[in-house]
């Protein structure tokens, strides 16, 4: 549609230069002279010199140089060009008693080939150069289609690579909460029956909710609350869980399920069921930005599978990257037995 719309801009916006030129002397000589009869002249002999390099150009801009030059027929391109410059200038090719001898005594010229050949290189000339303009014209056209055409790519191709990541967040965060009901339906089971209702409304957002490309930030946090219950029936009383939710006076939209793997990955390398810890997540507003904070007790595990690590984790600074480039600031830190991520999307608040 964009590339459409060019099109037609710089179609109609030649079509107005090539018409003002061709009457702008006429209308200056009825402004000067007064006399409309002396404009009709003048409008016949500028349209009759322009006319001969406006075939060149429209030759050029509509036919030769994308069907022939673009395709690297450049061969074709110049014969084409030569026949029709040649065709035009047949006309110089008058008898000699046509041509005044003021002209010729005027050029310093006896010979009425060397007048000829004169008449034809300057006409020719002139052509050549609304070839080049043709040329250029009709090259920066091409080069904003292609610009257009890359982006047009670019978008299709992160909005497939988003669909795939948020394809890849849904599954995997209801395998871990569906584990957690499990084990609690053999302990509790009037407790297991009030989370599978936490899980219904869970479910319906993340499954539902979440195929919008922003969601309101207000239902983020609802679904993160719930998410945190679950996570919690899986904790013992050793473990301290707080939250701290603060949300700005206006409307505010993020990406959905943005802040879940954070969360998912304190739980996970956060909590141990024989010792003392700790998960403390927050979320505030701070002038223009939104902040998200989440800390946990540190306890690192051996081998590969570490804290800050995971497909949750990369599949957030990916989809960071895509919907919010050059927008946020992502720093964790590991220091004293606390592991802390801080996440900024800045200017989200108007």
């Known amino acids: 549609m964009g590339s459409k719309r060019n099109h037609f801009i710089l ?6 230069v090539w018409a003002c030129v ?3 002397p006429a209308i200056v000589n009825w402004m000067v002279s007064g006399d409309s009869h002396h404009a009709a002249p003048v409008l016949r002999g500028s349209v009759m010199m322009m006319l001969p390099l406006l075939v060149v150009y429209a030759a050029n801009y509509i036919l030769l140089v994308p069907r022939l030059l673009f395709r690297k027929k450049t061969a074709w391109f110049i014969a084409a060009n030569a026949l029709i410059i040649l065709l035009l200038n047949f006309r110089i090719l008058v008898p000699q008693e046509q041509i005044p001898e003021q002209v010729m005594n005027a050029l310093k010229l006896r010979d009425i080939w060397a007048f000829r050949l004169v008449a034809f290189l300057s006409s020719a000339f002139f052509q050549t150069l609304f070839v080049f303009l043709a040329i250029g ?3 920066i056209l091409r080069s904003n289609d292609m610009q257009l055409q890359l982006q047009e790519e670019r978008r299709k191709t992160t909005e497939a690579e988003l669909t795939w990541l948020k394809n890849q967040l849904n599954p995997h965060f209801l395998f871990n909460t569906l584990n957690n009901i499990s084990s609690l339906t053999q302990i ?6 009030e989370s599978i209702g936490q899980l219904s409304d869970t479910l319906r957002y993340a499954l539902y909710d ?3 490309d922003k969601v309101p930030l207000s239902g983020e946090v609802e679904f993160m609350d719930n998410y945190i219950h679950l996570m919690q029936l899986r904790c013992n009383e050793r ?10 006076p206006a409307d505010v939209r993020i990406a959905p399920l943005l ?3 954070l969360i998912e990955n304190a739980f996970k390398h956060g909590v141990n069921a024989r010792m003392d810890s700790f998960v403390h997540i927050s979320l505030h507003p701070e002038g223009k930005d939104l902040v998200f904070r989440c800390e946990n007790s540190l ?3 051996t081998g590969e599978d570490h804290i800050g690590s995971g497909i949750g984790v990369e599949n957030l600074k990916r989809r960071l990257e895509l919907i919010y480039p050059e927008n946020y600031s992502y720093e964790q830190t590991a220091a004293d037995g606390v592991y802390a991520v801080r996440l900024v999307l800045k200017n989200l608040i108007g």
């Open 11 to 16: 179609n109609l916006a030649q079509v107005l």
């Open 22 to 24: 061709m009457v702008l």
């Open 137 to 139: 014209v009709r090259s």
């Open 188 to 193: 509790d089971p009037d407790k297991a029956q």
């Open 210 to 212: 979440t195929n919008a």
């Open 239 to 248: 473990t301290e869980v707080t939250t701290a939710w603060e949300l700005p």
């Open 259 to 261: 802040f879940i793997s």
């Open 299 to 301: 306890f690192e595990k």
